[in-house]
């Protein structure tokens, strides 16, 4: 091990700062495309559904080429950090575009075109992103020290992001949207959103230490069951409670409960990433970085996909209506306000994606077999005989569809869910405790099987 494995904070941030700005963009897609489409644009949960799904398709399709072409190419600004800008920026710039309704009350049928055009040219776009970052962080550095540094560097600054964009977003769209005048902030939902991703700031710097102390699965086999104690739960109270007044805020204490134990439990998920390559290098003798972070982007995609399909399919089976405007908790459904708060945190994204590409030079040397030209034969014969890949491949799809499905129905459950019929409030409360509990459940039996 030598010195260039080591690296200086300002690297070490300028890395971070990478996810940071994804998750000022992506995670708002995740958390509130959905109410955004269903409750502002005024499209039907089932079509919201489909065009999810067929974002999935087209990225199932794109996710291998993207990874391809990245491994096989050797850009003068940098293998991987030239995709920060050449992708990063037009990334930023489609996440407004998502939440932009350029048809007003008028446009049927072309809401539904136009959202699910930008919707899948933004999700193509961060999966270049994606990729290649991924990959970055592998190219920066062999020390497994050093990488648990770095990962733990990347999910604070993400979770920081995560949670601007969890509670500040209904914040921004309620300001924007006259709740200064007439109407009040949406504090609960704010808060109930933010209390999602609080628990990064308290437990994630403690993360390499609870590593070495519980290892990898133990990590996970430890937090796990907390996550499921918190969606039991919040099941419960908003059953005999509802999610007013005082029970509001037993609600807001389980939902920290539940958020810490999915954010400690799936926090060290990506440090796994660079143990699968390293071990592929072991077996091949080439270090296919973009290859290996294309096959976990395939998969942790297809866990949010199902995480965003299932929500739509749920309100629509369930007969979900949009909240009536006079409820105090309701989210804005002026989408001026709605734009005019993705463009803020796609300016500030923008430029932490500046910062990164700044900083992030990369650092390992790719030898002649690593640029030769990739095919997607290559990545489906390192799905095949990567075990450990294709072990931790399940679990992103497990993990994520559950992270998924909780963070899409998030905005749901405190905007007025006492005025659903009991149905549809039976279906808010499944998509946040009881599905996100399934997947977690499942993804504690894929993890015991993982071995480097």
Same mark, same amino acid.
């Given at each position: ?32 495309? &959905? ?72 446009? #049927? ?47 604070? &600054? ?37 209390? #999602? ?104 995609? &297809? ?150």
């Amino acid at each position: 091990m030598g010195e260039v494995d080591k690296l200086c904070w300002k690297v070490r941030i300028g890395f971070g700062a990478g996810d940071f700005a994804q998750n000022l963009v992506y995670p708002a897609a995740a958390m509130y495309l &959905l109410f955004f489409y269903t409750d502002v644009l005024g499209i039907a949960p089932s079509a919201a559904a489909a065009i999810f799904f067929a974002a999935q398709i087209v990225d199932f399709v794109w996710n291998p080429f993207a990874g391809a072409f990245i491994d096989s190419r050797s850009p003068r600004l940098g293998r991987y950090r030239t995709w920060l800008l050449a992708a990063g920026l037009p990334l930023t710039a489609l996440a407004v575009m998502c939440f932009w309704n350029p048809f007003g009350e008028s446009g #049927g049928i072309l809401k539904t075109v136009y959202a699910a055009v930008t919707y899948i040219a933004f999700s193509m776009s961060f999966t270049l992103v994606n990729v290649a970052y991924g990959a970055l962080g592998a190219s920066l550095s062999r020390d497994t020290d050093e990488i648990t540094v770095l990962t733990a560097v990347r999910i604070f &600054l993400a979770n920081a992001a995560c949670l601007a964009v969890a509670a500040g977003v209904p914040i921004l769209v309620g300001t924007f949207g006259g709740a200064l005048g007439d109407r009040a902030l949406p504090w609960r939902t704010a808060i109930f959103m933010g209390l #999602g991703m609080l628990p990064s700031f308290l437990f994630l710097p403690l993360l390499p230490w609870l590593r070495r102390k519980l290892g990898t699965r133990g990590l996970f086999y430890a937090f796990a069951p907390v996550a499921v104690v918190g969606m039991a739960a919040l099941y419960i109270l908003s059953r005999t409670g509802g999610t007013r007044s005082v029970a509001s805020a037993w609600i807001h204490a389980a939902q920290f409960v539940k958020a810490t134990g999915i954010i400690v439990a799936t926090g060290y998920m990506w440090a796994l990433v660079p143990e699968v390559i390293g071990h592929s290098e072991r077996l091949t003798g080439r270090r296919l970085s973009a290859v290996v972070n294309s096959i976990m982007g395939i998969f942790f995609r &297809l866990g949010m996909a199902v995480g965003k399909i299932l929500p739509g399919v749920v309100l629509a089976w369930t007969g979900y209506r949009a909240a009536a405007p006079e409820e105090s908790a309701s989210l804005s459904s002026d989408p001026r306000a709605w734009l005019a708060t993705m463009g803020v945190f796609a300016l500030v994204a923008a430029a932490a994606l500046v910062f990164s590409f700044s900083q992030t030079k990369e650092r390992i040397v790719s030898n002649a077999p690593d640029v030769s030209p990739v095919g997607i034969g290559e990545i489906w014969r390192e799905f095949c005989r990567n075990r450990p890949l294709r072990v931790l491949a399940l679990f992103f799809v497990l993990a994520f569809a559950m992270m998924s499905v909780g963070n899409a129905a998030g905005a749901y459950f405190m905007n007025g869910l006492e005025s659903q019929s009991p149905l549809a409030q039976e279906g808010v409360r499944w998509l946040v405790c009881v599905i996100p509990a399934i997947f977690i459940s499942a993804a504690a039996l894929v993890i015991s099987r993982y071995r480097v």
